[in-house]
């Protein structure tokens, strides 16, 4: 006789449900088959399990064996890009992080100043000191104030590789804050020189950087010089972050060079080659998170269309969801925010019929929302059928949520490296930088942007 399976099955915080099989899987992968056809889930996940081994803390369930047949299960989002540089407990971020990432994190709000040599730290001590008695300012040697740019510029490398001209001010306001002893005589900020000087330290940093082979600044490398005076100007073209992303283009992980992580990309594939219910998530996962660097070097350095990159990265094109379903309202307001921008979203948004999907699916960007009511809705269907994402006339995803696939568009356009559509781009840039805070303060709004931001404010 089988034995039956009794579930707890723990969907996030807040929501758990009972389920009850009339036999026990084999595998695990046959168990979360089971779990998403029977709840209706139709994201990606991996499964824990509460261990009576371990007082019922929860531990990945890697073997049927090891599952009570009667037992609380947690399911593990697998989402395929990060948004936000965070992750969680319920949602595990498959792209915007490897095994050793070039950054951790975005321009801070205040900037920190590094720790120079012990000489210099001392010297700075005294001065501050006397500049607080005297109001005397620090003559430093030409080696003192090489150590202080250098230590600067590395500071602000690890932050980013091309700061914006008032990210450069913010990191000498703090300079000169932290160590009053530097401020400048007849500056009127008192640290207008060390803006200056920063600025060319950054552009003979990144040199350097180059020259040892650092991907995200050597991708600019060969510019026309005076050995090399046919090439593109030195200012043309360059390849840096455009939205705020923390790792543009890092270096492969320790250990690893193209070959080895094509091997792991061409596992991948023959992964998906597989039903969904034989597809070893848990690799995949692993996997993704290795070949960031290699996708990403893919992706800015050259033009492949969305239909080589869906073949070559399935996984990135993956069914994912957001951690919770927005609110109808949030949906209202996100539909309605382009005509509060007067755009038209016409070309991006669309509703139709589901006999009339063929007609809709094309463009460069889209959301096709596929609705059954006689009459096509002109707004945003709060229950549609299916919304397709359409990249390059490909349909690259679906969602049964409006919201969901929004998230998901927006997702891809950053992984891809895609261009905002023209039409829509106040849209999504508000929708970066003011709903889902991913700018690094070198962006300055549009007038009406920031008319609205201020209102929110």
């Known amino acids: 006789m089988a034995t ?9 915080d807040e929501n758990a449900e009972k389920l009850i099989l009339p036999s026990r899987p084999e595998t695990v992968n046959d168990l979360i088959f089971e779990v998403k056809n029977k709840l209706e889930l139709t994201y990606d996940m991996r499964l824990q399990f509460q261990d009576p081994d371990f007082d019922n803390a929860l531990c990945n369930l890697v073997n049927m064996e090891d599952l009570p047949s009667k037992a609380t299960i947690k399911i593990v989002r697998l989402v395929e890009y990060d948004l936000s540089s965070t992750s969680t407990d ?23 100043v590094p720790t120079f040599s012990y000489e210099v730290e001392y ?85 350097k950087l180059s020259r040892a082979g650092v991907k995200d600044v050597a991708v600019n490398a060969g510019k026309r010089s005076k050995s090399n005076p046919e090439a593109s100007a030195s200012r043309s073209s360059i390849k840096r972050p455009r939205r705020g992303e923390v790792n543009f283009l890092p270096n492969y992980p320790s250990g690893e060079n193209k070959d080895t992580l094509e091997t792991l990309r061409l596992a991948m594939v023959e992964e998906f080659k597989k039903t969904t219910a034989e597809r070893n998530m848990i690799l995949i996962h692993q996997h993704m998170q290795r070949t960031f660097a290699l996708r ?13 990159l869906k073949e070559r990265w399935p996984a990135l094109f993956g069914e994912a969801q957001d951690k919770n379903d927005i609110s109808a309202a949030r949906v209202a307001a996100l539909a309605g925010l382009p005509l509060y921008l007067k755009e038209d979203s016409s070309a991006v948004f669309k509703n139709c019929k589901e006999e009339e999907f063929e007609e809709f699916h094309k463009g460069p960007v889209a959301l096709v929302a596929v609705v059954d009511e006689d009459n096509v809705p002109s707004v945003i269907p709060f229950q549609p059928l299916s919304v397709s994402v359409i990249l390059e006339d490909q349909v690259v995803m679906s969602h049964r949520s409006w919201a969901d696939a929004l998230v998901n568009l927006f997702g891809l356009l950053f992984a891809l490296h895609l261009s905002y559509p023209e039409k829509l781009a106040g849209f ?30």
């Open 4 to 12: 039956q399976l009794k579930l707890r099955v723990i969907l996030d």
């Open 90 to 112: 319920e949602t595990v971020m498959l792209s915007d992080n490897t095994d050793s990432p070039d950054r951790l994190s975005r321009w801070p709000e205040v900037f920190v």
């Open 123 to 207: 010297t700075l001590k005294e001065g501050n000191c006397t500049f607080e008695k005297e109001g005397k300012s620090l003559i430093l040697t030409r080696d003192q104030k090489h150590n202080i740019l250098e230590g600067m510029a590395a500071e602000i490398y690890k932050l980013k590789a091309y700061p914006s001209g008032e990210q450069i001010r913010k990191a000498s306001e703090a300079l000169v804050t932290k160590h009053p002893c530097l401020r400048e005589r007849g500056s009127k900020t008192g640290y207008d020189g060390w803006k200056n000087s920063l600025c060319f330290k950054m552009g003979n940093y990144r040199t």
């Open 296 to 308: 990403r070097e893919e992706i800015v350095n050259s033009t492949s269309p969305i239909a080589d």
């Open 428 to 457: 999504f840039e508000f929708v970066q930088i003011v709903i889902l805070n991913l700018d690094d303060g070198g962006r300055q709004l549009k007038p009406k942007l920031q008319a609205l931001r201020n209102e929110l404010d």
